[in-house]
């Protein structure tokens, strides 16, 4: 059975930092590119940030550019988002994700990944 288990998540001040982890298991992830997602309550699931199955390539949404690194270790079968200078508007339950393609592809679409994680919430107060 695959699971992808998402944690650190909590409540941080604005301009603080936070870094979440997913640890997998039933599935290799040394193959696969991984996400990051995350979800207001009434809004639609934003993509966040992707890595490739190395780590060696990475795409962030606009909106973490320059605040947020996704970083992985492959050797624990595990990834992370580091967050950082964090907001209020980054208030969220975030995901981690699987690619549904092995390769070294990276993806925004919720469509191109198939296994989801149970998500970790992150509040930011001001």
């Known amino acids: 059975q695959v699971q992808l288990v998402e944690s650190g998540g909590g409540l941080v001040q604005a301009g603080g930092s936070l870094r979440l982890s997913c640890a997998a298991s039933?599935?290799?992830?040394?193959?696969?590119?991984m996400g990051w997602f995350r979800q207001h309550p009434g809004k639609e699931r934003e993509f966040v940030a992707c890595a490739d199955w190395n780590g060696g390539s990475v795409l962030y949404a606009d909106s973490v550019k320059g605040r947020f690194t996704i970083f992985r270790d492959n050797a624990k079968n595990t990834v992370y988002l580091q967050m950082n200078s964090l907001k209020p508007e980054d208030t969220a339950v975030y995901y981690c994700?699987?690619?549904?393609?092995?390769?070294?592809?990276?993806?925004?679409?919720?469509?191109?990944?198939?296994?989801w994680g149970q998500g970790t919430p992150v509040t930011v107060s001001s």
């Open positions: 994700a699987k690619s549904r393609l092995d390769g070294s592809g990276l993806y925004r679409a919720i469509g191109e990944y198939d296994y």
């Open positions: 039933g599935v290799a992830l040394h193959s696969y590119s």
